[in-house]
């Protein structure tokens, strides 16, 4: 049965993988976003993408993304299963102080090709794109990466996989 592993510091949560064949792998968790200002936004978007590495394919929905306002009228590019998707949201104005979060529910599914003996990753993430100028743009962005581990693994990336 594949594992997942996790970085400490992440809003998702690695659910477990399926026994079947092919296995499915993914993480729920919540996306929380701040405006701390000097200035509000008038507008912008917010793209959210989740990636498979070899041997794994991303699954997605249009409930992949829960929102609500400030953000609005989010499209997908691609369909169910793919090697990448890439969700992307509009917001409307969004004044300092302002807190949101966005449930997420990502997940992949791994092919046939996965062996007990892989390694492969999921990395989602996502950037904020406010209309206009930005004066700290280093906080607008994160991602995570799923280790995905077989069963009998050595890779050093699977030591605290569960």
């Known amino acids: ?55 794994v394919e991303t699954a997605w929905t249009p409930s992949t993304l829960q929102v609500s306002p400030p953000f609005h009228d989010c499209e997908g590019e691609g369909h169910g299963v793919a090697v990448q998707a890439v969700i992307t949201c509009q917001y409307s104005d969004w004044p300092v102080k302002l807190k949101e979060s966005i449930f997420v529910i990502a997940a992949g599914r791994l092919t046939k090709n996965f062996s007990p003996e892989s390694t492969t990753s999921l990395i989602v993430d996502w950037q904020i794109i406010r209309a206009g100028y930005e004066t700290n743009a280093g906080n607008n962005a994160f991602s995570h990466k799923f280790v995905i581990c077989g069963a009998k693994a050595r890779d050093p990336a699977c030591a605290k996989a569960k």
């Open 1 to 55: 049965m594949p594992r997942t592993c996790r970085g400490s510091r992440s809003p998702f949560r690695s659910a477990a993988a399926a026994r079947h064949r092919p296995a499915e792998v993914g993480g729920i968790g919540n996306i929380r976003f701040r405006n701390n200002g000097p200035s509000g936004s008038a507008g912008g978007k917010l793209i959210f993408r989740i990636s498979g590495n070899v041997n």
